[in-house]
């Protein structure tokens, strides 16, 4: 087993293996929550012919998910700072990977509704786990782009689950798309307890510290953050939840056809996080201030997404999706510049706490335009006010950020 990655020893080849191996960890671990949460929205059709489900039951299976998620987020930043990254990271994928075995048996919207809001609250700890983890293992030159890599992970996720899961449901039914899902995070935390057992926060940080949360609501950087995942993240719920749905109506295309343009999506998405994992530090590089380069960056992408809504223009699916996949690669590009500039503002302690609550913020947003969608629907509206919210979002939430936050400066840890 590596050494402890811990003070002058953070620089030994055995330390980097340990935050290498750390670094894949997070990435299988958040890659895994999202697999587990796509796999309803990809078999929607299956499910929705079998169980009758309308448009607004649909609706509000989302809805209970994103609910249960910021109910349960309220918590998870006192959880993960209390108990640290590693217990509580993988309580959570025991909980999240059960939740998704249990959907196989689910056989009502209700037993489904209670199925989701297990996983949501075992997949709310996630993010906050994963970038308090960058936070205090990892060295801060390396932080960004393990940020970057580790958000990266959602989209492979996305991309991978829509090529596999629809045919394998074809082929086994989709109690056993449910089952093989949910039963790979019990493997991925084998791994996690094996690997993780002697790895030491960089410095001084501690694992787990109290959290004061007249401090934390009192601190502009905590409403920073909170505000602009609130405006940002219902892009992403969108269209995750969404989308196939979208190309299956939009296009007529079929349950075992929707899987390729949802992969392109989400490949353009994890280019997204990629490039803002590594444009940030050539800007530093380049001479630019920390406060110029994070807002630079996060203007770049809030502009990429206004391609976005020009996906309902278009009559060719591939043409569709790569619109819609500008959108994601800008949301990502976006998200992953919003956990950095948390990571450089807000101490290392509240991190998970502040994450957390952004989190609350999003899921909240994310209910709401998932609803929205289910009336607009059902109304005749179409997708169009959805697309119009996405295409917006990144602009306004720029904006907040610089009246909230009109320079940036570092925290020291």
Not at 398 to 405: A, C, S, Y
Request: charged content about 10%; some cysteine.
């Amino acid at each position: 087993m590596a050494e402890p990655a811990t003070g002058a020893a953070a620089s030994s080849p055995a330390a980097q293996r340990t935050m290498l191996l750390l670094v894949a960890l997070l990435f299988v671990g958040n890659a895994l929550n999202y697999v587990d949460r796509q796999v309803l929205a990809l078999l929607k059709p299956t499910l929705q012919a079998q169980f009758h489900w309308t448009d607004s039951d649909y609706a509000h299976l989302g809805a209970a998910f994103q609910t249960a998620a910021a109910g349960a987020l309220l918590l998870v930043g006192w959880f993960v700072d209390r108990l640290g990254v590693r217990l509580a990271y993988g309580l959570a994928v025991a909980t999240w990977s059960f939740a998704g075995m249990a959907h196989a048996m689910a056989g009502s919207v209700r037993q489904f509704v209670a199925a989701r809001i297990v996983l949501a609250a075992g997949e709310s700890v996630s993010t906050p786990a994963g970038i308090k983890a960058a936070t205090i293992y990892l060295p801060a030159r390396q932080r960004n782009l393990a940020i970057g890599l580790v958000n990266t992970a959602p989209n492979i996720g996305a991309i991978l689950t829509p090529l596999l899961i629809p045919p394998f449901a074809l082929a086994f039914g989709w109690q056993a798309a449910f089952a093989v899902t949910g039963a790979l995070g019990f493997a991925w935390l084998a791994a996690w307890i094996l690997a993780t057992r002697r790895l030491r926060p960089i410095g001084a940080v501690p694992e787990r510290a109290p959290v004061d949360w007249g401090v934390l609501l009192a601190d502009r950087r905590t409403w920073t953050v909170i505000g602009a995942k609130a405006l940002t993240d219902c892009v992403w719920w969108f269209v995750l939840f969404w989308m196939p749905d979208f190309f299956a109506r939009r296009f007529a295309m079929g349950q075992g056809a929707i899987g390729w343009p949802i992969a392109i999506v989400f490949t353009l998405a994890a280019l997204g996080a990629v490039t803002a994992g590594g444009l940030y530090p050539l800007l530093l590089a380049r001479g630019m201030t920390m406060n110029a380069a994070r807002k630079g960056v996060m203007l770049v992408y809030a502009v990429v997404v206004l391609a976005m809504p020009l996906a309902l223009l278009t009559t060719a699916p591939a043409t569709a999706a790569v619109l819609i996949g500008l959108g994601l690669f800008a949301h990502q590009g976006f998200s992953t510049s919003l956990f950095g500039l948390t990571t450089d503002v807000v101490p290392a302690t509240r991190v998970a706490s502040v994450i957390a609550l952004g989190g609350v913020a999003g899921n909240l947003t994310g209910t709401g335009i998932i609803e929205l969608a289910g009336w607009s629907l059902g109304h005749g509206l179409g997708y169009t006010p959805l697309f119009a919210i996405c295409g917006a979002a990144y602009l306004t939430a720029l904006g907040f950020i610089q009246l909230m936050l009109p320079k940036l400066e570092q925290v020291n840890l």
